[in-house]
C-alpha cells in the first residue's frame, strides 16, 4: 500500500520542478508558474453578462473567479472555460520574475461540470461551447475534453467565424502547460 | 483581441473586492471569511527564510504535523506554496495549542514583500459541507497516545461553529487534569490554547509560549 501523502510542497521558482506544471491534491488541483519580468503577462479576463473584464496585472493580485464564470488566460490557454469550481488567481510581481498561481477547487463535490467555449471577440456572440460532465474529481474528463474541442475548433475557419459579425477568431490552443507535446501557437491570444 | 468587447468602466465599480490583498479588502480576512467554496486567511507578515513574524506571537512560520511515522516537522518558506492534505492532524507552535484535524485541505502561500515592507501570508482552506468537520485533538507529548479529540460538524455549523468548538474543546481539556495524563505513560501534558490571543487566560498564556 503506498503511503499517504501529507503535504505537497511547490517552490514557486525559477528552477523549480513543479512550475508549469499542475499538482493535485485531495480538494485542489494547483498549477504555478514563474517567469521572467519582461515576459508576456499572462492576463486574467472574465466573460460577464455586458461584456469581458479585464483583471488588472497588478504587482500583487489575488482573484477568485466563482464557480461557473467563464474566464480566460491569455498566453496561457486559447479558450474561455466556465468550471463549477472556484478558481483562486494568484499573480505576483518581485524583482525580476511574475509568479503565479491557479488554486482550483475547495469543495470537490461542487465540481459537477466544466466546459469550454468561445467568443467573437468583435462582438461578443457565442461562438460555441462544449460541456463535460465530469462529476466531483473527475477533472482529467476536461483534459481529455480540452484536447478534441480545440482540434475541432481549429479543424474548420466556419467553426472560428462569427454567425453575426464575420469576425475571424483566431485558432484555439492548448493550456500551455509543462510536457506539453505541442508547438506554441501562431497567436497566443 | 478584446478590445471591442472589453467592459470600461472602473474594476472597482463592478467588482469592489476584485483583490482580496488589496489595502481595503484584506482586513476582512484577518481572522477567517468564507467566499464560495473556500475559506480564506489574510495577513500582512515580515517574511523571510528564517521567519513569518507575527507581531503578536513571534515566529509562526514552524509547522508539526503528524503522520504514520509519527511527527514530522518544517518551516513556511517565502514563495512555496504548501499543501496540507486533508485528515492530516498538524499545527503550529505558539500559534494555537491544539493538533488541527480538519476534512479538507489546507493551503498556505507566503509571499515576500515588494522592497522593504510587510509581505503576506495567504491560507485558502476548502469549506466544509454536509457531514465535513474540524476536530481539535491533543497527543501526548511524550508518546503521542491520543488524549481528548473535541469534534465540530463545521459543514453545518459553518466558521461559528469552528470558534465555538475550539474554546470549549480548550476548555475542557484545560478544566480536566484527567484529560491531560497520558493513560499509557502517565506524563502530565501542557494546557492547550486558543487561536486567538486575547482568549488565553493566564495559564494558557503560559502554554502557548511553551509548546
Given at each position: 500500500m503506498d503511503a499517504p501523502i501529507l503535504?505537497?510542497?511547490?517552490?514557486?521558482g525559477p528552477d523549480s520542478p513543479t512550475v508549469g506544471r499542475w499538482t493535485r491534491t485531495h480538494d485542489y488541483d494547483v498549477w504555478t508558474d514563474c517567469r521572467a519580468a519582461d515576459a508576456p503577462p499572462l492576463t486574467l479576463w472574465e466573460a460577464r453578462e455586458n461584456g469581458v473584464l479585464r483583471i488588472p496585472d497588478d504587482e500583487t493580485v489575488m482573484h477568485v473567479v466563482k464557480g461557473g464564470t467563464p474566464h480566460h488566460v491569455a498566453q496561457l490557454f486559447g479558450y474561455w472555460r466556465a468550471c463549477d469550481s472556484d478558481l483562486v488567481?494568484?499573480?505576483?510581481?518581485?524583482?525580476?520574475f511574475v509568479r503565479y498561481a491557479i488554486v482550483l477547487g475547495g469543495t470537490p463535490e461542487a465540481y459537477?461540470?466544466?466546459?469550454?467555449?468561445?467568443?467573437?471577440?468583435s462582438c461578443a456572440t457565442s461562438l460555441g461551447r462544449r460541456d463535460f460532465a465530469t462529476g466531483p474529481h473527475g477533472i482529467e474528463k476536461f483534459w481529455?475534453?480540452?484536447?478534441?474541442s480545440v482540434t475541432a475548433f481549429n479543424s474548420d475557419r466556419a467553426h472560428r467565424t462569427c454567425p453575426s459579425c464575420g469576425h475571424e477568431h483566431p485558432p484555439a490552443y492548448r493550456f500551455r502547460r509543462a510536457g506539453l507535446d505541442e508547438a506554441a501557437p501562431a497567436v497566443a491570444w | 483581441m478584446f478590445a471591442q468587447i472589453e467592459i470600461k468602466d472602473p474594476i472597482e465599480k463592478i467588482a469592489e473586492d476584485w483583490d482580496l490583498l488589496a489595502d481595503a479588502i484584506m482586513p476582512h480576512f484577518s481572522t477567517f471569511r468564507a467566499v464560495g467554496h473556500n475559506i480564506f486567511g489574510l495577513r500582512r507578515r515580515l517574511i523571510s527564510a528564517m521567519a513569518i513574524d507575527d507581531p503578536k506571537k513571534g515566529n509562526i512560520s514552524h509547522y508539526v504535523e503528524l503522520g504514520p511515522r509519527g511527527i514530522e516537522e518544517g518551516e513556511h518558506q517565502p514563495w512555496t506554496l504548501r499543501v496540507t492534505t486533508a485528515g492530516t492532524p498538524h499545527r503550529v507552535l505558539h500559534n494555537f495549542g491544539y493538533w488541527h484535524i480538519n476534512d479538507k485541505d489546507e493551503l498556505y502561500l507566503?509571499?515576500?514583500?515588494?522592497?522593504?515592507k510587510a509581505g503576506y501570508f495567504c491560507i485558502v482552506q476548502g469549506r466544509p459541507t454536509g457531514k465535513e468537520t474540524d476536530s481539535f485533538a491533543w497527543y501526548c507529548e511524550k508518546c503521542l497516545t491520543l488524549l481528548f479529540d473535541f469534534v465540530v460538524e463545521t459543514g453545518q455549523t459553518g466558521l461559528?461553529?469552528?470558534w465555538k468548538g475550539e474554546q470549549e474543546a480548550v476548555r475542557r481539556y484545560?478544566?480536566?487534569?484527567?484529560?491531560?495524563?497520558?493513560?499509557?505513560?502517565a506524563h502530565i501534558n501542557p494546557r492547550g490554547y486558543c487561536w486567538n490571543k486575547a482568549k488565553d487566560t493566564p495559564?494558557?498564556?503560559?502554554?502557548?509560549?511553551?509548546?
Open positions: 503535504r505537497y510542497l511547490l517552490p514557486i488567481w494568484f499573480r505576483i510581481a518581485r524583482a525580476d459537477v461540470n466544466d466546459a469550454i467555449l468561445w467568443i467573437c471577440p481529455r475534453g480540452e484536447a478534441e | 507566503p509571499i515576500g514583500a515588494a522592497e522593504r461559528a461553529g469552528f484545560n478544566g480536566d487534569a484527567m484529560l491531560r495524563t497520558c493513560p499509557e505513560c495559564e494558557e498564556a503560559e502554554a502557548r509560549l511553551y509548546w
